[in-house]
């Protein structure tokens, strides 16, 4: 039964909608995060980002690497232009 080829078709189905609905949701946080930076404590945000970005390093999740990046270098920026 779990050879079954119509049951792995809709594995890979069901896998791929479940892949597109969360990318789509963080792309719905990851935008009104970045809307909200600009509001956020500029050295708050660095050292979030930093702690984000190495806990994504120890887990293996390039989306927290990126978000920290983004989130550290918005920091700088922030604090620097003032």
Known sequence: ???SPS???AGVDDKA????EMRAAKE???KDLREN??????QRLKTEGKSQNVLGKT???QGMV?????KIETGERLRRDG
Do not use: F, K, L, S
């Not at 909608?17 to 597109?20: C, M, Q, R, S």
């Open 7 to 9: 049951w792995q078709a």
């Open 66 to 70: 990126e978000r920290g990046g983004e």
């Open 1 to 3: 039964m779990t050879n």
């Open 28 to 30: 719905a946080v990851d």
């Open 59 to 61: 887990v293996g999740c």
């Open 17 to 20: 909608a479940g892949i597109a």
């Open 37 to 42: 930076y600009q509001a956020r404590d500029p």
